[in-house]
Structures are given as structure tokens and as C-alpha cells.
């Protein structure tokens, strides 16, 4: 492995130059002739009877080309998770961000100024805004058709007996923890055009994260619409932040389909910040009962927890987050016995979504403050708790995981040896260190049928590489980490190659960019094409050099053999040679890789990914018990990676899911007064800028997963998940109050200083 | 944002003679770091913009010590934060200049702006009341010179006339033995105080007797808000931690802070008394080294 030149370098992203002077075309930049733009109209309250919706002075302005509202959406059309949520809503609206009408004229400008002439009357109606308030009997439906709030998605792990392990515990900890709404705060708004050719079939331009996935999506849309055996093509613009948000269809792009419909002309519908705030799905927010026992030497007995999630009005893939809960609930430390039930509840509250993490941050929240609990209680060091029960390499949890590396006990060390642990622990002298650990999925997660990504690659004959990936670049570097390995490879340059990567009419098919799969898998498919042109390579060049291919190779461009420097050709000369001779071929290679994980079975058991990401946070704080306020004076964060393939972007995912994860913990919450957004802006919405951060220390820790490509594990989302308990934990070490609704903002801080007072 | 005339003066003479003949219906821009915000809420709608960031004769900044500092209208935050005079003689509001918002805000943003814009929460005009500054304000019938203290009359309201423009702010050169101080409770590093303190403290040298001192809270009422009753606890007396701690009380019971997404009024209140009880301090720390 000592021999890699090219993975395992520190090398800046290809498409930095690109952002950096404002070149890269993003869907804001995007124009197609004969364009025209749409605009959405919201419901005026989040519960409400539409009454009449009166169209005619819109459809009236000069430069309006259509107006649509619930009526004109064909065959009852609904999309989502659980199909609830039609397009453009008639008779009822769920939720403040319902969408009412939409307009497509030929200035944004026009579109926008025919909103306000469309005239809707509502009788507004009593709203549920509390998940436990829908639950209660006899509260009113939000979708009668369902009869029920409470969603009928399963959610219920057991493993062992909980009731047994909790008698033959000799410490038990227990209390409730609650977690906010955040956003995923991408720079580069929601976006899209919706262009039909003559023949009815749809190209869309996008920003998604799913471009495999949305093709099915819109392919099921235009069914309803009447429009069968039709093609979509996606292609993406760069992509500015995902995290999530682009994980899932929106009715913004249904509203775009059908107003290029209905005007034969493409159509562009791109979110204002405002509307990016407010008609996006946040994450979950959370209520969490949590139980978990040691022994009397603080091994682990049982975890107990059960959860409500504010689902929100309709139901998007976020529902779904209570499966990747389950991760840490079963796997994070060594516990036999689990108990977790979880309920999505429908409210008139927004609807939630995927955010990185995938609720992993809500759960591990829980577990990692009542942790420190229990530890308390056991009278045994947080860090001691922490190590007697660290996962190995070799276990299988209870989830049926198979955990094949695992470097959680590095990570808890070099967490506890950079922040002085031992130094700095229970000093009580308004400063404090916190830590928590986090196992998250780090080898693929199989959701869906298939997680498999395919890649072409192609070689033109002058030694230059195109790689065509299914996988997704969304600002986190895939394309230089396709490149490195891909170039790793073939002994070529990172510059000889071209990464293609946003055109479904192109690009294989690729499951998405989430669940920190794609250095993994398409890193994986990537490897095994550029091995399988090698082959094919070195097949030829062994015949122009009167070799065996055994024993060939490339280095910088060039084939030689490896008995005899002096016999060698340069690549392009091997490929021009190929192809310019009579019954000449071209050099491509396809590869498709499905990791070889599982679904979970009915009762939630499989080996979800082929390898799991381990790591541990550790913070020092500063509390400043007049204010509340928290100062992170010291901040590690020591991920099990696997392989670093490019230290320099690993880092950047640390450092960015760190402070994400720090907003998470200290400020970032949407607040909402009766379901409607009051702070849907970067002026009320306290998202940490460049002037916030904290030294970070980012530590690496290599333990070569056998089935990562070059070893590497997942990454994407790992950075975020044990900030917010490590925070908490480090503040109770500081001042003795433990916040346990989150986000831990000075006010609550000072509150719980006050209440402490009173008691002592 | 809703369609505007816009007008672009290049000199004072010229804004005024513009805003006249809009008889009302202009609107001075000076940076428009935070009127464009507003605009693009539509909620503020103004049918002309009057841009008068092409003025370069109100660009400046001057000392002496007989005059103070004069800082012309036009100077942005960025050209007051790094002058070497306002570091060396004024290092409180180079440090307020500091906290105020981002660089790139700092960089096109403007003192003459940031003060008439009648802001409660922004930073600039309590530390000019606290150095008991003037405004100096140009119309059709000549010069006129207000106290900052007086120029704010309720929230995003100032005293200027439509056919006004305020070209200058007029700080007097500080007494010796004095300490001026600004701090304030962020959220995020630059963003507005959710209550914030200017403070200035003269001192008698030999006794430590407190000759005078001046207080104002942002963010805790419709304009800038001065607690003259903290102000009166300190005159005359030699500060110390009690005394500090019932100027802190006193404001926090003065005031009337709004409540909202930021803080509880019951919070700010309390944030009023830990700014006045802490700002003062530095004040009075300041002072006892400015011999």
C-alpha cells in the first residue's frame, strides 16, 4: 500500500476553481431558449378549507402564460413516501407551505406579481401542532382517510429481554430528551426546469441527489398524467449543497412538469432564500424516552427507548429516519438487549426530510447524554464507561450487524489524550469536557432494492480518461475521489481524467448520494472499471511489446514492463495502436457494483452496510454562567475512516459536519409559531458563519476495511452525529445543569444555572 | 422588490436639490446594507432611491484635538475600524467596528447609513451617544447640529426631514481619565447584540471618584435607550462591585425589551443587567489607565 501516488494524497477539489471564481453554472445560471419562469403560491394558514380560488385577474396580466391550481392536476396525482401529497392542494390545507396555485409568465418578475392577483378565500380550522396532542383520542384527523394520526410505518426493535436485563442491573438511568427542527441551510437553493420535446418526453435540469431515483418518480408522475412509455433525462448543474434537502421529489418540481405541459415551453422554478427556509423539509424533530442499566461494572445491560417524530403534514422519505435510528439504538457499544418503538405522528406542522445523519443525531443524543447518567450513577469515569463497552472488530450486534473494522477504542482514545481528559475532567471551575462516540453506516446502507452505482470508462487515443459515474457530486468531492482511485489505477494523472456525472442519458444508474455510500460504492464500481480497462490495456500492450501482461504495468502515462524498464510505450501510443489498425477496437470498460449488504428483514434484522464508520467527539466548553453562554474552547474529532483516499476533502467533511453539528447543538433551531415560519431567514436563523469556528482538530484514524475500495469507509455524514451530546456532556462537566432539549441556546443554559441555584 | 427611480448625486449640493424636487418621495441610500433587506421584503417600497455613495467629498475622516473626530457621512465601517486615529484615540468604537456584522457588509456599509437608519438593535449609535456626539445635518435652509442622544424618535424613525442629509458626525475629544466601552450578546460572531451596552466612565483620578458616565442599551426598546437612573447611581460616588451590580438592576427594571425568537424579555431584561454591571467595569478599567 506504500506504493500509492495518488490515493492517499492531499489533493483540492477539481471543481474548486471552478466555485471559487464564480464559473460554475448552477441551476440560478441556467437559461434554455424560450424559457418562461413559475412561481408557487402558499396557503395563507396551516389549517384551513380552501373556499374559492379565483384566477381570472392573474390569468389576465400581460407576460402570464398559465395559471394552475388543484384542479388542473390530472388523475388525483399525489407523490411521497406514502403517496398524500398532491402537487397543488384542493379542498384542504395541511400545512403553511401548502401549495396553492401557480403561475409561469415570462419574467420571474411577471410570475411573481400574478401571485398576488390570485384570489383565495379560506375558513381557517383549529391546527395540531404537537405530535403528543395528535396522538390524544378523539383529536382531529389531519388526513381523515388515514383514521388515524399515527402513521402505520412500524417502527419496533427487540432484541434480548429488556425487563430481565433491567432486574439484573445494578445501575439504571433513565430520563426524556427532545430535539428541534433544523435545516439543511444549502447555499445553492432548490431549483429546476421542466422541458418537454414534441414527443411528450421530459428533460429535466436539476439540482437532485437521487437523479436515478427522481427519473422513476417523474416516469410515475407522467403516467398519471396520461403520458405512458415516456422517456426523462436528468442533467444536473452543480449542485451547491445537498445534506439531504434534494433527497426526495418536491411538488415544485410536479408544479414545473405541469406547467411545461400546459404551455409547451420549458419552465424554471427556483426557491427564493425565503422559500428554501419555509417549503423545504427540515429534520425531524424529536421526543425521546430513553432507559439503559450497567452492571456494577459498567457493562451494558439493555437500552430502552421510544420515540414520537413530528412527521409534519404529508409523509416524504424522512419517515423513514427511525430505521437508521436504529443504528446506534442496537450497535452503539456492546448491549445485548434492546427495546426501541417509534411513532410518526401527523400534525399541521412543515413535513421532514432526510438530513445528513439521518437520525442518527437525533438518537444518538439521547444514548450519549444518558450515558453520562448512568455513568454518574455507576460512579464511573464517562471515558471508562465509554471504553468498557467500545465495539470491536469481529461482533455482531444485535441488529444482526457484522462489524467487520472498527476503530472506536482509537478514536475514544486519541479523543481523551488530545483533550487532556484526565486533566481537565470535573474540574467544576465553569469549564468542562464532554465526549461521545457515534457508529453510523460506512460501507453503503441497502434501502432500497438495489445500492448499486454503475461506471463506464472510456479511453481516447491520447491517453485521456473519461469516467461515467452514476454517482452524484454534490460538493463533496466525488469526482476527485473517483479520479484519485481511477487514476491510482491506470498510472495516469488526476488531470487526464474527466469525471461525467450529471446526465441520466448517459451516467449508469447509481441509487443517490446518501447514506455516505459513494466514496464506498461508487468508489468500489470505479475501481473495478478501471481495473477491468487495465486488463484490457496491458492484453495489448503486452502484444506490441513481445510481453507477458502478467508482467506490465503503467507509471505516469507510460507501459512498461516490470522484468525490464527498458521496454516500455507510452499509453497513447498502445490505444492509438488499438484503434487505428484494421479490425482496430476501442477501449472501454463498464462495471456495475452492488455492495453486498442486506435489507433488513421484517423485524429489523440484516447487515444494513458492508462496514460500519466509527468515531468519538471530544470538546472542551467554557461556560459563562452570567449569560449561558457556551464557548467551545477545544473541539476533537477522531473518525475511523477506513483509508483516507484524500486526507484534505476527509477533513473538510469533518470540519463541515463538525460546525453543523455545533449549530445543532448551540443554535440552530426553525421556530414556529401555529405552523407557520417566524425566522425563515440568515438574519433570525443562527446557522454558525466562518467567524464562529472553533479550533477543530479533525484526527484520523486507518483501518483499512477490506471491502472499501483502497480500504476507505464513509464519511459523508459521521462528522455531525455525537456533537450534540459531547457539547452537553462537556457542559454539565463545566457547570453541573444538563440540557436536554436541544438546541442548548444561552437562555436555557441560564435558566437551568438559575433553577440549580434555587435547589442547592 | 418593487420597481424604483433611482437617482445618483455626486455632490451634497446636488442630493439636496434632488430630494427637494422629490418633495418627499425620495429615499437616501447610503450603502443600503440594511434598506435593501427591507426592500426585498417589500417592506419598505420607496418609489425613488436617492444614492448619494457617489459623494466623495463626504468621505473622510479627521481629528484634531480641538474638533474631535469628524467622520464624514460616507465613511464606511471598514475605513473606521482600521483608521489609526479612531484605533489610538477611540480603540472602543475600532472594536465595536470589529463585531459589526461581516466584512463584506463592513467593507460597502456607511457610519452616515448605519445612524439615520433609526436601528434599535444597531451598534453605532450607542456608542456615539455615550460620547456625546453630534450629527451634523444639511437641508435647504442650512447646517444644523443635533445630539445623537436626540436624533432617535421611535423605531426605524429619526429626526431628518425628507429634504435633509446628514453629513457628519462630530465626536468631542475625550477628557482625560476616561474609558469608554461596547460589548454585546451574539448569537453568532457580528451579528446584532440581543442586548448590547456602550458605556463611558470619567473618573476623578486622585479620589476615584466617578465625575461622569453614560449608558445606553441597544435592543431593548424602540430607539437606543440611555439608563440616565444607572447613569445617576455611579455620578459621584466611587464604583464599585455593588454599585455596579444596582446600575445592572436598575436598567434591567427601566427598561421595556421586546420579547422574541432571539430572547424572552425576561432574558433580556437580565442580559441588560449583566451588560450594564459588565461594560461598565471595562469602562471604569479603561479610565483608571487613560491618564
Redesign the interface.
Given at each position: 500500500m506504500s506504493s500509492l501516488t495518488k490515493v492517499g494524497q492531499r489533493i483540492p477539489k477539481k471543481d474548486a476553481p471552478l466555485k471559487v471564481t464564480g464559473a460554475a453554472i448552477y441551476i440560478q445560471d441556467m437559461k434554455v431558449p424560450g424559457m418562461l419562469y413559475g412561481k408557487i403560491l402558499y396557503s395563507k394558514y396551516a389549517h384551513a378549507k380552501i373556499l374559492k380560488i379565483d384566477t381570472g385577474k392573474a390569468e389576465k396580466l400581460a407576460g402570464v402564460r398559465a395559471v394552475l391550481t388543484g384542479a388542473d392536476v390530472p388523475n388525483n396525482f399525489k407523490f411521497g413516501f406514502l403517496k398524500d401529497n398532491p402537487p397543488l392542494k384542493t379542498g384542504k390545507v395541511l400545512s403553511a407551505r401548502d401549495e396553492i396555485a401557480a403561475v409561469a409568465a415570462i419574467s420571474a418578475e411577471i410570475a411573481e406579481e400574478a401571485l398576488d392577483l390570485i384570489e383565495v378565500e379560506y375558513e381557517e380550522l383549529p391546527g395540531i401542532f404537537d405530535p403528543l396532542d395528535a396522538m390524544k383520542e378523539g383529536a382531529p384527523l389531519i388526513h381523515e382517510e388515514f383514521k388515524s394520526n399515527v402513521l402505520k410505518l412500524p417502527w419496533k426493535l427487540v432484541a434480548g429481554d429488556v425487563e430481565e436485563a433491567k432486574k439484573a442491573s445494578a445501575y439504571i438511568a433513565e430520563d426524556s430528551f427532545s430535539t428541534q427542527w433544523v435545516t439543511h441551510c444549502c447555499l445553492g437553493t432548490s431549483g429546476c426546469i421542466a422541458a418537454f420535446d414534441m414527443n411528450n418526453n421530459l428533460t429535466m435540469y436539476s439540482n437532485t441527489q437521487i437523479p436515478s431515483l427522481a427519473q422513476n418518480d417523474y416516469l410515475e408522475a407522467l403516467k398519471t398524467f396520461g403520458l405512458k412509455n415516456k422517456r426523462v433525462r436528468i442533467i444536473q448543474c452543480v449542485i451547491g449543497g445537498g445534506f439531504g434537502s434534494k433527497l426526495d421529489t418536491y411538488a415544485y418540481e410536479y408544479i414545473a412538469i405541469l406547467l411545461a405541459l400546459k404551455t409547451r415551453k420549458p419552465v424554471k422554478i427556483v426557491f427564493s432564500r425565503e422559500e428554501e427556509f419555509f417549503a423545504t423539509s427540515p429534520r425531524q424533530c424529536t421526543i425521546t424516552k430513553i432507559s439503559q442499566g450497567c452492571d456494577k461494572d459498567g457493562r451494558l445491560t439493555f437500552r430502552e427507548m421510544e420515540m414520537v417524530l413530528d412527521n409534519g403534514a404529508y409523509v416524504s422519505w424522512g419517515a423513514t429516519t427511525p430505521s437508521v435510528m436504529m443504528v446506534p439504538i442496537s450497535s452503539l457499544y456492546k448491549v445485548q438487549n434492546i427495546k426501541y418503538v417509534a411513532k410518526c405522528v401527523y400534525t399541521n406542522n412543515t413535513y421532514s426530510q432526510a438530513m445528513r445523519g439521518y437520525g442518527n443525531p437525533q438518537a444518538t443524543f439521547a444514548i450519549e447524554s444518558c450515558l453520562d447518567q448512568l455513568a454518574e450513577k455507576a460512579g464511573i469515569d464517562p471515558l471508562e464507561i465509554r471504553r468498557i463497552n467500545a465495539n470491536e472488530p469481529g461482533e455482531i450486534t444485535p441488529q444482526n450487524f457484522r462489524i467487520t473494522s472498527c476503530g472506536m477504542k482509537e478514536c475514544i482514545d486519541e479523543v481523551a489524550n488530545r483533550l487532556d481528559w484526565k486533566g481537565k475532567r470535573g474540574k467544576h471551575n465553569n469549564r468542562g469536557v464532554g465526549m461521545a462516540s457515534l457508529i453510523h453506516v460506512g460501507g453503503a446502507a441497502r434501502v432500497y432494492k438495489s445500492d448499486g452505482c454503475g461506471t463506464i470508462i472510456k479511453m481516447d487515443d491520447n491517453g485521456k480518461v473519461d469516467v461515467i459515474t452514476g454517482s452524484s457530486e454534490i460538493g463533496q468531492g466525488s469526482e476527485t475521489i473517483i479520479s484519485q482511485i481511477v487514476a491510482e489505477v491506470l498510472g495516469i494523472n488526476i488531470d487526464d481524467i474527466n469525471v461525467i456525472n450529471n446526465d441520466t442519458d448517459v451516467c449508469p444508474w447509481d441509487v443517490g448520494a446518501h447514506a455516505s455510500r459513494t466514496t464506498f460504492v461508487a468508489g468500489n464500481s470505479a475501481l473495478g472499471a478501471a481495473r477491468k480497462i487495465k486488463a484490457q490495456i496491458l492484453e495489448v500492450a503486452a502484444k506490441n511489446l513481445g510481453e507477458d501482461p502478467q508482467s506490465l504495468d503503467i507509471k505516469d502515462g507510460v507501459v512498461f514492463s516490470t522484468k525490464d524498464k527498458e521496454k516500455n510505450i507510452p499509453l497513447s501510443k498502445v490505444l492509438r495502436k488499438v484503434h487505428y489498425s484494421l479490425g482496430g477496437r476501442m477501449l472501454v470498460a463498464e462495471n456495475f457494483y452492488d455492495p453486498p449488504n442486506e435489507n433488513f428483514d421484517q423485524n429489523f434484522r440484516g447487515n444494513l452496510s458492508v462496514s460500519y464508520a466509527y468515531g468519538a467527539h471530544g470538546v472542551e466548553v467554557e461556560v459563562d454562567k452570567?449569560?449561558g453562554?457556551v464557548k467551545i474552547l477545544n473541539y476533537i474529532a477522531a473518525h475511523d475512516v477506513g483509508k483516507a483516499i484524500n486526507p484534505m476533502l476527509l477533513e473538510g467533511q469533518i470540519y463541515g459536519g463538525g460546525l453543523q453539528g455545533i449549530g445543532y447543538a448551540l443554535?440552530e433551531r426553525m421556530?414556529f409559531e401555529k405552523g407557520v415560519l417566524?425566522?425563515g431567514n440568515f438574519?433570525?436563523y443562527?446557522?454558525?458563519?466562518a467567524?464562529?469556528v472553533p479550533p477543530v482538530q479533525a484526527v484520523i484514524v486507518e483501518t483499512d476495511e477490506q471491502a472499501g475500495p483502497f480500504g476507505a469507509k464513509g464519511i459523508g455524514e459521521p462528522g455531525l452525529v455525537p456533537t450534540a451530546p459531547a457539547i452537553a456532556n462537556a457542559i454539565y462537566d463545566a457547570v453541573g445543569v444538563r440540557i436536554k432539549d436541544l438546541p442548548i441556546t444561552?437562555?436555557k443554559v441560564?435558566r437551568a444555572l438559575q433553577e440549580k441555584g434555587k435547589i442547592a | 422588490m418593487k420597481d424604483f427611480s433611482y437617482f445618483a448625486p455626486k455632490t451634497a449640493t446636488e442630493a439636496l436639490s434632488v430630494l427637494a424636487k422629490l418633495k418627499g418621495e425620495g429615499k437616501i441610500m447610503c450603502g443600503g446594507q440594511s434598506m435593501l433587506v427591507l426592500m426585498k421584503q417589500n417592506m419598505l417600497t420607496p418609489e425613488n432611491i436617492v444614492d448619494i455613495k457617489g459623494i466623495s467629498e463626504l468621505d473622510y475622516i479627521k481629528y484634531s484635538e480641538k474638533e474631535g473626530l469628524r467622520i464624514g457621512a460616507l465613511s464606511t465601517h471598514s475605513a473606521v475600524e482600521k483608521s489609526a486615529v479612531v484605533k489610538e484615540k477611540y480603540p472602543a468604537l475600532a472594536e465595536m467596528e470589529d463585531n459589526l456584522a461581516v466584512v463584506q457588509t463592513r467593507n460597502w456599509g456607511t457610519i452616515g447609513g448605519n445612524v439615520c437608519h433609526g436601528d434599535p438593535a444597531a451598534d453605532p449609535p450607542s456608542i456615539f451617544i455615550v460620547l456625546n456626539a453630534k450629527y451634523k445635518l444639511v437641508g435647504p435652509e442650512g447646517e444644523r447640529v443635533v445630539n445623537a442622544e436626540d436624533f432617535y424618535k421611535d423605531y426605524l424613525e429619526v429626526d431628518l426631514a425628507h429634504d435633509e442629509l446628514l453629513c457628519e458626525v462630530q465626536v468631542p475629544s475625550l477628557s482625560a481619565n476616561t474609558g469608554v466601552a461596547h460589548e454585546k450578546l451574539m448569537a453568532q460572531k457580528g451579528d446584532m447584540g440581543i442586548v448590547g451596552a456602550a458605556v463611558l466612565v470619567t473618573i476623578n483620578p486622585s479620589t476615584g471618584v466617578c465625575q461622569d458616565a453614560r449608558i445606553v442599551l441597544t435592543n431593548v426598546a424602540s430607539t437606543p435607550f440611555r439608563v440616565k437612573s444607572s447613569e445617576k447611581v455611579l455620578i459621584g460616588k466611587v464604583i464599585d462591585e455593588k454599585l455596579l451590580e444596582e446600575a445592572g438592576k436598575i436598567a434591567s427594571e427601566e427598561i421595556d425589551p421586546p420579547s422574541d425568537v432571539h430572547g424572552s424579555e425576561e432574558y433580556r431584561r437580565d442580559m441588560a443587567r449583566v451588560f450594564v454591571k459588565r461594560v461598565t467595569a471595562k469602562a471604569l478599567d479603561r479610565a483608571k489607565q487613560n491618564k
Open positions: 452570567d449569560t453562554q443554535g421556530i417566524k425566522n438574519l433570525d443562527k446557522m454558525p458563519t467567524k464562529d444561552p437562555e441560564l | -
